[in-house]
């Protein structure tokens, strides 16, 4: 049986989601460079830089593709790879910007996505905010974040989040309660979601949405799993709200990536009697995160995609400052709303046919423009071309 | 008798108290150019702009200085004007600077302090912080009014307020605990201070600090008399803090005096399900104040820089904080429950079998691990593998 090029980068891809750490420096760039399969051959046979083969050496010789992708099919747990249509391009663009311009292995894209759920992942991304925030919250903390995610969900938008006890948890039933949808980002195998105290709650969250983790069935959730998995809560999500976080937490970490992936951070107040409010007015007082204190403040904050079209100034001009002049000078000529063909394009930029034709699919690897049937557009996400 | 022109002054001044309310247009101007007594017989003789004469038609042909005077030293009240030594030139300077510069009348210096109680006004004023809010305050808000009040006084500085009911009081309160000094700015006049419920706390006000009006003995406490005190809270302290506020209260003047003046206006956050939280809320999301939430952020933020910054808060570095990163990474692959071969960490933890054995030994002397039959496992007594 010879596999087909595809399923050859898919098999390679879940091996490497279980040899291999997200966060291992070099490994996006190689992954980019020279492909899934050519990269577990190069692991496999020790020809990868020093830190890399140290990084793999107790696990590099195993291989059990079969056996995970078995026990995925036993719990209903599907891959997703880059080229399937469920893949989450635009929702981890910031990721790719991140690792590439920003030189941060830590914010890579994950290799591959473990997913359960009836929900459609790239969907479900394409209008959502995370909620989170201590596991060993107050009643105030969680009545808040229930409370939001209520709010969000029933304006329409997924309420991402860690599915953690304490505001995970609370993030995710509220959204759930208003009959909306919900993400929970794990940091282990999703045979055994973790805590398994949620697993009613992971139930639930299944129905209309999906859980996802970057780490094969039986994979348990290590501390450093949870640090690396929350870059992609932050990336995924529009704008990240933390409702509680005691004095010191993960929130200085999440602050930073937030920042870093171009998103928008806000921190919710409490009382300052509050041992668990420290954390969330320490962002403010920062300067690292926008106070928010309702659902309104929250989608101020974010911009409604569609209505607020207010430039969004943070990471995004290192996305536009690595195009080469001409792409940069044909993006411009991208509406902010609605597709054009490569011809109107052509007009608006100033630049000829041929050489439209030639930019649009760097602008397209680049994640700066997406073809569609009726021609190409800015991502849905946020209008890109407010990045000068 | 032939008055000097000092005593002419002065008696021009407490004339002017009673006939001139602040914040009336012009006033502070002609009172630069002409002096007390040339406004007081220019106002008397109707020889004023229109304004003027219209908001003194009622009173000027009054005479009550003797009447004042004599009211004043029955109460133990003093009168000062600005070529006093207690005048509080420095602190008032902010207001001199928004009349001329900003030309805003609302923001007039007065024409003459009312002042009763020990202290010495401009020595108190020297380092002064205003702690201000809601009449009908939460004990939360009441609570938060006396602790921040405490410490500054603590620290050396004046606690300025309003002397009303709610988050004024609790400020004065709590500076008086601490043994330190604070200041109250009334709205009517200091025979009878308002509100009555108070007089025992304004009693022990005076003990060190002292009562400030810009009203005569027997004047009544108006509406509008209370808006333009605001202003003096405000010039004469370096930082003004809104501890409690509704939702549409006068804070957004406040704030617009603050900002005027050149002070720094900060905000108390509290629970966002309290009424009285949203307008300092408010005030942050807007950017008018900055987030409070101790005595250390406060003195940050009125600056003193060197001797007052806050401290980062830290918490008690955890034992596992302790270990190196290699020696975390090793215990990441430690299961929570039974015990396992170096070998089996290694694979876990993605460390060679080498620097597993190597880290074994430190993390059993640390305590983080321990050796069993079996291998090597996590201590007994509690699962030391806390998620993130």
Chains 1, 2 share one sequence.
């Not at 890399?52 to 719990?75: G, I, K, N, P, Y």
């Not at 953690?164 to 309660?177: E, F, K, P, T, V």
């Amino acid at each position: 049986m010879t596999a087909s090029p595809e399923d050859a980068d898919r098999r390679a891809r879940v091996w490497l989601s279980r040899v291999v750490e997200p966060g291992q420096r070099g490994v996006s760039e190689l992954l980019d460079e020279v492909g899934a399969v050519e990269l577990m051959r190069r692991i496999r046979a020790g020809e990868v830089p020093a830190s890399l083969a140290r990084a793999t050496d107790s696990r590099r010789m195993q291989d059990r593709v079969e056996e995970d992708l078995a026990a995925a099919a036993t719990h209903g747990i599907r891959l997703l790879v880059p080229t399937d249509p469920e893949w989450p391009t635009a929702a981890l663009h910031p990721c790719v910007v991140a690792t590439r311009a920003a030189g941060r292995p830590d914010l890579a894209p994950p290799w591959a996505l473990w997913v359960r759920g009836r929900g459609r992942l790239d969907e479900l991304l394409d209008r959502a905010v995370a909620v989170i925030g201590a596991r060993a919250a107050t009643p105030y903390g969680e009545h808040c974040a229930a409370e939001l995610a209520f709010g969000l969900a029933e304006r329409g938008w997924t309420v991402v989040s860690g599915g953690a006890y304490g505001i995970d948890g609370a993030a995710h039933r509220g959204a759930l309660s208003a009959g909306g949808t919900t993400v929970a980002f794990l940091a282990g195998g999703l045979d055994a979601p973790y805590p398994p105290g949620n697993s009613r709650l992971f139930e639930r969250i299944g129905e209309n949405g999906v859980l996802v983790s970057e780490w094969p069935p039986g994979s348990t959730p290590q501390r450093h799993r949870f640090l690396i998995r929350n870059r992609l809560i932050a990336a995924v999500s529009a704008g990240t709200v933390v409702v509680e976080a005691a004095a010191r937490s993960g929130t200085s970490k999440t602050a930073e990536d937030v920042t870093k992936l171009g998103r928008t951070l806000m921190a919710w107040p409490g009382p300052v009697t509050s041992a668990l409010s420290i954390g969330t007015h320490e962002l403010v007082r920062g300067g690292d995160a926008r106070l928010v204190c309702r659902v309104e403040d929250v989608l101020e904050d974010v911009g409604r995609i569609g209505t607020d079209l207010a430039p969004r100034r943070r990471a995004e001009p290192r996305a536009r400052d690595r195009l080469d002049p001409l792409a940069r000078q044909v993006l411009e000529g991208v509406p902010g709303r609605g597709a054009v063909s490569p011809e109107q394009i052509a007009v608006e930029a100033a630049v000829p046919v041929p050489e439209v034709l030639r930019a649009l699919p760097t602008l397209e690897l680049a994640g700066a423009v997406e073809r569609c049937e009726a021609g190409w557009r800015l991502p849905r996400r946020r209008n890109r071309r407010t990045t000068a």
